[in-house]
Every structure is written in structure tokens, then in C-alpha cells.
């Protein structure tokens, strides 16, 4: 908790205190404050922040004007709203542009912790979901250079033998044996070749299903 950065953008001096002091009690070590719309800008152009916290009327400015910034300059990190006169209007508007959810003031100690436990929380599965899916298209890229440069023929099917994928010299052996390239169906491979890749595939998916359901296949 001493690494999580929060900020809070509040004209209201004894909010911006109150709200302080509540998290650091808690153990948020890291709390920037702004008073402004421009220091929560130069606060936010400056340093990362895992939590931002801001009222949705700030002194010559909005909050949704902070959200659209937030939204436009590319920052990631979750927001949330604080309101003194919640309606539909304004947590549809603060939604719209990316708040991560909106409180009604008066706001106690209790209801502070409790959304910005919410907000990190998604904030760390959102980062978790993002790194996973950078982790997994580079190995989806990596497959493919190698799916690519494999000199042998390499045919991906699904489980009902219909083909997924050919590489190139896959491509080229069926277009040796004069049949399209565009062959859906492991089955309609023609000759002794055709039949083996056939027969190879449907050995892989039967002990693929015996391991699915806990079997060993007998000797």
C-alpha cells in the first residue's frame, strides 16, 4: 500500500485534508493533493497515480473536463467522481467519460475506503488482464514465426478435423497433389499422405479426450 500513488482534486481545502488523512491512516503512503484543475493537470503530466480522486465541480472548471483530458491524453488509471448533487445527468456524463464510478457527498471515512478499495482492485485486474493479453499476443506471434518457417508440413485442425491452419509447405504439397488450397476438411485429403494425417490427428484428439476425462489408453 506504501507504493500506491493517489490523487485528490478538490477547491475545497478541508476536503482535500479530510480525505488525506483518512487514506495515509490507512496506509496509502503516497497522496498528492491539487486545489485546481491546472495543478491536477501538471500532476498528472508529471506522475503516474494508481487512483484519482476528484469533485465533479472544481473552481473555473468541471471534473468531466479532468475525465475528458484523463480520456483524450491516454492516462490509465481508474477515477472516481466525487458529487454534491447526484442525479442521472451527471453519473451518466461522468461514466461517459470514464469514471470508474461516483460518490455523494457528504462523504464519511467508511464509503472513501470502501470505493477506493473497489477502484484499485479493478484497477490491478485491469493491468493483470492487459499484461496477460501483450503476453499472450506475443506468443501467438511467436507460433507463427515458427508455424511459418517450419520446413515440414504443418496442418492445425479443430476437434472436428476440419483444417484451421496450413503453412506454406502444407500449401504446397496439397497443391501438388492437385487439390485447392483452400481444403476445409482433414478427410478430403486424398492418397496414403491424406489418410495418415488424417489418422495421426485422430489419435492425438481421442488421447487428448481419455486425458480430459482422467483415462489412460491400455498398451
Known sequence: MDDIHILIVDDEESLRLTFEMFLKREGYGRITTAATMEEALIAINEEKFD???SDIVLQGARGTDLLRHIQMTGVQCPVVMITGYPNLESAAEAVRYGAFDYISKPVNKETLL????????????????K?????????????????????DAIITVDEKMNIVQLNHTARNWIAEMQQEVEVHDLKALPGGMGLACFQDASKVDQGRNLADHGLHRLP
Open 114 to 129: 470502501r470505493f477506493v478499495r473497489q477502484a484499485l482492485k479493478h484497477w490491478e485486474l485491469e493491468k493483470e488482464k
Open 131 to 151: 499484461a496477460l493479453q501483450l503476453e499472450n499476443e506475443k506468443y501467438r506471434h511467436y507460433l507463427e514465426v515458427i508455424f511459418s518457417s517450419v520446413s
Open 51 to 53: 487512483l484519482i480522486i
